[in-house]
């Protein structure tokens, strides 16, 4: 009898295997519905999504995986839309920075080295204030940051309306750039601070826009150019957040959406980046201000704060490594404006742009994700 089973048993996954091969090779359309548990184990796969890449990179051409992956069809037809299956639909090169490497190529080929650039893991770097996924890494001795207890604080949505302006994303330090193509090293010879909104910061603010807007969001995406004059930056942009808040009353959190610098002795470049579904993405660092010694009129401070570790908490839970720690000090950066406000720092002049438009995404869906959960 044992015999009998066990031959039925091997009879059984034999015909799973095949009616499952047919079905892929007859009718690429209809993968998602051939898919079961039981046919996953059979091919040794650990999930649906594990399967669909490589039967994606089998069976369509490079043009119909890209536009696969942007529409999220194949996700669609698996049936999954929550939690970290979501990474794959968004582990896409845009069309535009594809052109973008490709047209750059000739001009990297002519730069001369002037440095290295250093990649590294700046997740866990610097953190003085650590539990599980939160780290922060503070500078102000005279406040204990508690994220246990910010992590259990309500937030204050009252009148957030998702219909509504609520979300005011802009960009105090607006030409800064990135990166084209990741050549390992950096020459003086490229300037990646450009007013070109298709190649500065402004184009990275752009993909946490529409994945925010994707995610049933309205969000006002101001592109001013704030530092022409660097001097100066934060009075202007100050200006911008003013004009919107007189317009939509309604805005309660404001984003300013910058990329970070960080230099070693003078010839290495500093390159955060961590790898999130087999690409690479730019580190993220949040900044939460404080009231503290010359910093005053920031009533709102701790409310970031607590704001900035549920997103950190969130972002961490979605994409392990992504984020650098919250960076807590004594500055207001205009974050006292609006009732919740945050500056990102999303990699910094050594990330490529496509990492941090990548990263972009990913926080994009974090922040969604953790406003979704706050509004219930």
């Known amino acids: 009898m044992n015999k009998f089973l066990r031959f039925t048993a091997a009879f059984l996954c034999f015909t799973f295997c095949v009616v499952l091969l047919f079905t892929v090779l007859s009718d690429k359309d209809k993968i998602g519905a051939a898919l079961s548990p039981v046919m996953l184990a059979v091919v040794g796969v650990s999930s649906p999504l594990e ?4 039967v994606v990179n089998e069976l369509y051409t490079a043009e119909e995986r890209e ?9 669609t037809l698996l049936g999954y839309g929550t939690g970290r299956d979501e990474v794959s639909s968004l582990a896409y090169v845009s069309k535009d920075i594809s052109d973008m490497i490709a047209k750059s190529a000739d001009m990297y080929a002519s730069f001369k080295k002037s440095g290295e650039i250093l990649e590294e893991d700046l997740s866990s770097k610097k953190a003085n204030t650590v539990y599980k996924s939160v780290s922060v890494n503070s500078t102000i001795s005279s406040y204990k940051v508690d994220i246990v207890k910010k992590l259990e604080e309500k937030l204050n949505l009252s009148g957030f309306d998702k219909n ?3 979300i005011l994303v802009y960009h105090t330090h607006t030409t800064e750039g990135f990166e084209i193509i990741d050549m390992g090293w950096y020459s003086n010879d490229y300037n990646s601070r450009t007013k070109d909104i298709t190649k500065n910061i402004v184009r990275v603010g752009e993909e946490i826009v529409q994945i925010l807007t994707d995610k049933g969001f309205t969000v006002i995406h101001d592109k001013t150019v704030h530092d022409a004059s660097y001097s100066g930056s934060y009075d202007r942009s100050a200006q911008t957040v003013k004009k919107w808040l007189a317009e939509y009353p309604s805005i309660i959190l404001s984003l300013d959406v910058h990329r970070d610098a960080i230099h070693y002795d003078g010839k290495i470049k500093s390159k955060p980046t961590t790898v999130i579904d087999n690409k ?8 939460a201000g404080c009231e503290s010694g010359d910093v005053t009129n920031f009533p709102n401070w701790k409310d970031n704060l607590a704001f900035s570790c549920k997103l950190q908490e ?3 839970g979605l994409y392990s490594g992504l984020m650098r720690p919250i960076f807590f000090c004594s500055r207001k950066y205009n974050m006292d404006m609006t009732r919740y406000a945050m500056l990102l720092e999303m990699g910094t002049d050594a990330n490529t742009l496509d990492e941090a438009v990548y990263s972009g995404r990913l926080i994009g869906n974090a922040l969604a ?6 509004l219930k």
């Open 51 to 54: 399967y669909a890449n490589t």
């Open 280 to 287: 690479k993405a730019a580190q993220i660092m949040i900044i």
């Open 369 to 374: 994700k953790m406003l979704d959960e706050q």
């Open 67 to 75: 536009q696969i992956k942007k529409t999220s069809t194949m996700l």
């Open 314 to 316: 969130t972002a961490e």
């Open 164 to 166: 509504k302006p609520c």
